[in-house]
């Protein structure tokens, strides 16, 4: 019996004297059918549609399935779906569900139920509206078939409905898809392998999950989101903690089981102990950058924006973030994900070697920049946000820019980004962010790649060659087609400098060791995890 | 007194008005937009657009402060832009585990600073007095969360007593509840015991020195009587203002402990509801904790009128 047992015992012999209330009585195996996480933000909001962040999605993969799910090939499985058919001109797809599949009310889900879903889904989804955009019809033809009636043909289909970028395309009862997508629902029932205890969810603090006895895994194995979604557990509880001190505290303490997301400061002493388990989380990872407004001088010139890649370098970017764990990181001379089967290098010489400031300092220059102010928009309150801005400040120093260090919130950088006016009346010159590995695959949900000017992504950047390629790569019929038309998009953005890349990094997950069968992957997947007491 | 009571809370209106307007137009002129962290990073322009217009946030301000107004006249604090639930709901869920810390540590404040107060006056000039005096400068001076993360990593991570997080409620029992609170009760409590101590001290110095007292011991009355019934009572009025003051200094220092310690409480609710830009949110704890204050103001008086019967309104 150790001292918290004892102390516990006595002040709660006093407590029950005091109060007449008795403590629950937790059995042992109680404890250990209930999995503890700490996820990487809070849990504000719960509609996967309407919000898209990736803690929501997280928590949305445990609640809601999808027809098809992505495995970890990177390669799209039947889920939701037994069979499909498509017609051989490949405009019309025929889609089958699974028998016996159940929403979380009991209730059978049927054709309308998915159709209302897609619906909903398509009108947020990047690949979505590019189907709405080519759709003739998508109906129900009984309870268990529906079809998908396109005026040309998609090929990447079953990838679109597959994805595990956000929004998912998860699906919903008819009643709740018929939401408009812009306003949030407010019933969380699915059909997936749990189900959200909504009487118990504390926003921003608590959010718990309780295994739904009548779902129906595949029969494959799992692999992230596709194949048999075994639960193993009674209850999954989400505890938010804002302070990673506490929560790496908490984990050392055997008061929670699993932190998704660990500091890179605190894992040494999590790997001290014992009793916890620490591996990287996501072998997808992250990729940083910095965004340049392509509307404003300076970096409306090409040159100027050249400039800043010739002499940026991504081991200082990197450090800033992870440290100097060299596990956690890697160059990359290009924007796509590494060790991914379209990834590419080609165009990269410019973010490879000896950085030239004296070059760089020369280009800039023969841009026009004549010492204006750059406006440097750094969130504070996220730790690679800070790390990469300090690194940024002291980079365009170096180059002899004027900088105008904007050091504010998340909130703020978010909204201000979107303004399109002169830095100088409430717009800006840069901005930092980073992006999922898992988003930056192929050009799919890879917003950032885009560079269709005013359709773009913050930044605005036009260059007609890299959106050319994206389309080749959408329409590419194979692996080698696909593969080259990446190559092609990476030199293309590069040339143009849509954005700067600033490296490759990866971040650790950590467990007790009484937790079993935590799977590496772009989210936290709860099925085949055991927890013994 | 009822007279007195019923005057002073009719007096809050305005002053609650004023707040009300105060807040809503900050944060209308405050930059940061919440359907951009609704919408997250990988979002169009278009469909930001989409969200504000879905939350209202693109009417104009008097549009939104005057049906702002007319749902709180109706008893309504609206509803949160981000969990789209109630947002009296919001506070609700919150008010329990802030409460319990703050009551908590109200405790521990009278039961630790008064008596540690009474004690250096009576040895006024003393080593005791010394001793108490250094540890209320030390308390004053170390911020809270050093002295919760020291708590945590002495008395749960290395002792393994108690939790390092989290909070039960009471109907779970009285010891979860109770573990839960004891190192941040401590750990906000710190400050508040030393304002209490240091006040303590000067306010009974002062009153040791009065002639009452002086008959009081020629009339033979015991130590004890003399500093915890004579003395004591008439050292109240600072002692019991400097602790409603303190409630304010609780609030504050709520928001940080309840982060290091992972309380679900007020604190933490308002801390993500300014960094999401949840404007119903924070628009409903400052009235609230603006409603706190004044409510905390009036009891503060009523308590001077029964501890010193010459306080009459």
């Given at each position: 019996m150790d001292r918290r047992t004892v102390l516990k015992g006595l002040a709660g012999a006093g407590g029950l004297a005091l109060t007449g209330l008795s403590a629950p009585a937790i059995a042992q195996g109680a404890a250990a059918r209930t999995l503890r996480f700490v996820p990487q933000a809070n849990l504000a909001n719960f509609d996967p549609i309407w919000g898209t962040q990736y803690v929501v999605r997280n928590a949305a993969a445990l609640v809601w399935d999808t027809l098809y799910g992505i495995d970890a090939q990177l390669q799209p499985q039947r889920q939701m779906i037994e069979s499909e058919e498509t017609s051989d001109d490949g405009k019309i797809w025929t889609f089958k569900l699974r028998p016996g599949l159940k929403f979380h009310d009991g209730e059978p889900v049927l054709s309308k139920d998915v159709v209302a879903s897609l619906s909903r889904w398509a009108a947020r989804d990047p690949m979505g509206l590019m189907i709405i955009a080519i759709q003739q019809e998508l109906t129900a033809v009984d309870d268990r078939t529906f079809k998908w009636v396109l005026k040309q043909p998609f090929p990447k289909m079953l990838y679109a409905l597959a994805?595990?970028?956000?929004?998912?395309s998860f699906i919903m009862p008819e009643r709740i898809a018929?939401?408009?997508?812009f306003k949030q629902i407010t019933e969380y029932v699915g059909s997936g392998p749990m189900k959200f205890a909504k009487s118990e969810w504390v926003p921003g603090a608590k959010s718990v999950f309780e295994k739904f006895a009548d779902y129906v895994p595949r029969q494959e194995k799992a692999s992230w989101l596709a194949g048999g979604k075994q639960i193993l557990v009674d209850r999954v509880e989400w505890l938010v903690m804002p302070d990673p001190a506490t929560a790496a505290a908490a984990l050392q303490n055997g008061e929670v089981d699993w932190w998704e997301n660990p500091i890179a400061d605190l894992v040494p002493v999590l790997k001290k102990n014992k009793n916890i388990s620490v591996d990287?989380?996501?072998?997808l990872g992250n990729i940083g950058s910095f965004r340049m407004n392509?509307?404003?001088a300076p970096f409306n010139d090409v040159r100027a924006r050249r400039a800043v890649l010739m002499a940026l370098s991504q081991e200082d970017y990197m450090r800033a973030i992870v440290g100097d764990d060299d596990k956690l990181w890697k160059p990359l001379p290009g924007f796509f994900t590494p060790d991914t089967p379209l990834y590419s290098e080609l165009g990269g010489e410019i973010l490879k070697g000896k950085r030239d400031l004296d070059a760089a300092k020369k280009l800039l220059a023969e841009s026009g920049y004549s010492g204006q102010p750059v406006t440097c928009l750094v969130a504070q309150d996220q730790p690679i946000t800070k790390a990469q801005g300090d690194v940024t400040a002291d980079l365009l120093k170096q180059l002899g820019m004027n900088v105008d260090f904007v050091a504010t919130d998340w909130g703020t950088v978010g909204s201000r980004r979107?303004?399109?006016?002169p830095p100088g009346q409430g717009g800006w010159n840069m901005f930092h962010s980073w992006h999922a590995g898992a988003d930056c695959i192929t050009p799919a949900a890879y917003t950032a790649i885009r560079a269709n000017g005013d359709k773009a992504w913050f930044g605005w950047p036009n260059s007609p060659n890299t959106e050319k390629e994206i389309t080749a790569w959408f329409e590419a019929k194979s692996l080698d087609e696909e593969k080259a038309a990446i190559g092609r998009v990476n030199k293309a953005a590069l040339d143009d400098v849509v954005y700067a890349p600033t490296g490759f990094f990866l971040t650790y997950t950590a467990w007790r060791k009484n937790v079993s069968g935590i799977a590496k992957g772009p989210l936290p997947f709860f099925w085949g995890v055991s927890k013994s007491a | 007194m009822l007279s007195f009571i019923l005057r002073r809370i009719v007096a809050t209106l305005p002053v609650m008005a004023i707040v009300a307007l105060f807040v809503f137009s900050l944060l209308y002129i405050a930059p940061g937009d919440p359907a951009v962290v609704i919408a997250g990073d990988q979002a169009s322009p278009e469909d930001v657009e989409r969200i504000r217009q879905s939350l209202g946030l693109d009417r104009p301000f008097l549009i939104q402060f005057g049906s702002w107004v007319w749902r709180i006249l109706h008893g309504d604090l609206g509803t949160s832009i981000f969990t789209n639930l109630p947002v009296s709901a919001m506070i609700g869920q919150r008010l329990g585990p802030t409460l319990s810390l703050m009551m908590v540590t109200l405790l521990l404040t009278i039961v630790v600073a008064v008596p540690l107060g009474v004690v250096a006056a009576w040895k006024a000039g003393s080593l005791i007095d010394r001793a108490i005096m250094a540890f209320a400068v030390f308390g004053f001076s170390l911020p809270v969360f050093v002295v919760g993360y020291m708590l945590a990593y002495i008395f749960a991570l290395e002792l393994e007593w108690l939790p390092v997080q989290g909070y039960t409620p009471l109907n779970q029992g009285f010891w979860p509840w109770l573990e839960n609170l004891i190192l941040p009760s401590v750990a906000l409590g710190c400050v508040y015991i030393a304002l209490v101590a240091r006040i303590t001290r000067a306010a009974m110095l002062e009153v040791l020195q009065q002639d009452y007292i002086r008959t009081a011991r020629a009339k033979g009355l015991g130590q004890g009587g003399i500093l915890f019934i004579h003395a004591l009572k008439n050292a109240a009025v600072p002692i019991v203002t400097v602790i409603g003051i303190g409630i304010a200094l609780l609030i504050g220092g709520a928001v940080v402990t309840e982060s290091v310690f992972a309380i679900p409480g007020l604190g933490r609710l308002t801390i993500d509801a300014i960094l999401r830009r949840d404007y119903p949110v924070i628009q409903g704890i400052v009235l609230l904790f603006s409603f706190v204050y004044v409510l905390v103001n009036l009891m503060i008086d009523v308590i001077y009128t029964l501890v010193d019967p010459r306080i009459r309104y």
């Open positions: 994805k595990n970028n956000a929004p998912c018929k939401t408009d997508p990287i989380g996501d072998p392509h509307l404003f979107a303004a399109k006016t | -």
